[in-house]
């Protein structure tokens, strides 16, 4: 079995690459990045020789299609932007593609290619990464017992334990990050999306234990994009995403000073894009994951409150992930859960344990009680209260 990481050298794919050599389910494991040092680096971390590192630019699809070709799996780690590119490689090559979000507007454009999957007898998933990912598999299992659905509200939050950590550090893309905090949030309100300003909404929300109380706001997501159509049959009105925890506002200050723009400007006679320096700056002071020799211990909580009826009684769920760091291995609770996630999507597929074809969001195709049972495995704790319905009966050999 191959599997191919697409960015697997950025700060979410090489956890990814690290959790699939660990698992050992895969008799070949190709990182391809853009960034061949940063491809190399994920490789070698691995201590794996069954794991090599490749050159590759995404944009050429001559290139994509002969990295993709002979694969098993492709997870795709790239910037969003890029996702529907990887899916044409993908379809072209007939090889099952995961992604780890798509800030809602790309995700609804990726399902709109759903019939052409079909067709094609593949399968593509986007977002089965952390947020949105679990967050999907969860909201979805926890309604699973449900005569109906009024509302799916989301909120994550975060918080950073690391003595004497850095003031300032991306463990997630900062260029989506910027998006986050620039383009309206789409929220699912009365049946029907409505855009709200980024950072609107705020909210004080007691998270579980090691969070606590986080102000959380309403930002642009990938849940809202499926979860209402995947609960549609349920009648469901409401759904958003609110997020929050330290450097939130940090990036919003960024973004209203017009660092996240992409449009040109002229100093000193030289053209500058805003963004694009941006990301140079923030690459030249090592503040894309943790600094040199320093495991931070973030954790990281998602909340899914779940309203509903069963027998004609009201029903309040609340579907919670706790997300911890893995410092052995220097990867924070972001980088983590996303990795982890994307790699037991992976194993899931090839094992047969998903059987759907065309492009499917994770809650409508990823079977929650091997899911689960993997990321226990991993230390990441999911439950579903009060009371939780029976978990669906794993299939045997799934989950390590």
């Known amino acids: 079995m191959e599997a191919v990481v697409?960015?697997?050298?950025?700060?979410?794919?090489?956890?990814?690459?690290?959790?699939?050599?660990?698992?050992?389910?895969?008799?070949?494991?190709?990182?391809?990045?853009?960034?061949?040092?940063l491809a190399e680096a994920a490789a070698a971390a691995t201590g794996s020789d069954r794991v090599?590192?490749?050159?590759?630019?995404?944009?050429?699809?001559?290139?994509?299609?002969g990295v993709l070709n002979g694969a098993d799996v492709c997870v795709n780690a790239v910037q969003y932007t890029f996702n529907l590119a990887v899916m044409e490689g993908c379809l072209a090559e007939a090889v099952p593609y995961?992604?780890?979000?798509?800030?809602?507007?790309?995700?609804?454009?990726?399902?709109?290619?759903?019939?052409?999957?079909?067709?094609?007898?593949?399968?593509?998933i986007p977002g089965l990464g952390q947020v949105p990912g679990v967050s999907n598999v969860l909201a979805f299992e926890a309604t699973r017992d449900l005569d109906t659905v009024e509302s799916v509200v989301i909120r994550d939050g975060?918080?950073?334990?690391?003595?004497?950590?850095p003031e300032v550090v991306f463990t997630w893309s900062p260029s989506t990050f910027l998006d986050e905090m620039m383009l309206d949030a789409m929220v699912f309100e009365n049946g029907a999306y409505r855009p709200h300003p980024p950072m609107s909404g705020a909210?004080?929300?007691?998270?579980?234990?090691?969070?606590g109380r986080?102000?959380?706001?309403?930002?642009?997501?990938?849940?809202?994009?499926?979860?209402?159509?995947?609960?549609?049959?349920?009648?469901?009105r409401h759904c958003e995403w609110k997020e929050g925890g330290p450097g939130i506002e940090v990036l919003r200050t960024?973004?209203?000073?017009?660092?996240?723009?992409?449009?040109?400007?002229?100093?000193?006679?030289?053209t500058v894009v805003p963004r694009e320096f941006l990301l140079a700056l923030l690459k030249r002071e090592k503040l894309l994951g943790a600094p040199e020799g320093v495991h931070l211990l973030d954790w990281e909580v998602c909340d899914i409150e779940v309203r509903g009826t069963q027998g004609g009684s009201p029903v309040v769920r609340h579907a919670q992930a706790r997300f911890p760091p893995r410092p052995e291995w220097g990867f924070t609770a972001t980088e983590y859960a996303v990795g982890v996630a994307g790699a037991i999507g992976a194993e899931l597929i090839v094992e047969g344990a998903v059987t759907e074809t065309g492009v499917v969001p994770p809650e409508r195709c990823i079977p929650a009680g091997p899911f689960r049972a993997a990321?226990?495995?991993?230390?990441?704790?999911?439950?579903?209260?009060?009371p939780e319905p029976p978990l669906r009966t794993p299939v045997p050999g799934t989950v390590r």
């Open 6 to 37: 697409l960015g697997g050298g950025g700060l979410t794919g090489r956890c990814t690459v690290r959790d699939l050599a660990h698992g050992g389910r895969f008799d070949r494991i190709r990182v391809a990045d853009l960034d061949l040092g």
């Open 52 to 65: 090599t590192a490749e050159k590759l630019d995404v944009r050429d699809p001559s290139a994509l299609r």
């Open 98 to 124: 995961l992604d780890f979000g798509g800030l809602f507007h790309t995700t609804r454009r990726q399902l709109a290619e759903d019939s052409r999957f079909r067709d094609a007898g593949v399968l593509a």
């Open 158 to 165: 975060w918080r950073d334990f690391t003595p004497n950590g």
């Open 203 to 211: 909210e004080e929300f007691e998270f579980p234990a090691p969070v």
């Open 214 to 236: 986080t102000t959380v706001y309403r930002t642009l997501h990938s849940e809202p994009a499926t979860l209402p159509e995947s609960l549609a049959g349920k009648g469901l």
């Open 254 to 270: 960024m973004a209203k000073l017009g660092l996240g723009s992409e449009t040109a400007l002229e100093v000193r006679g030289q």
């Open 375 to 386: 990321l226990a495995a991993r230390g990441i704790e999911t439950t579903i209260t009060p």
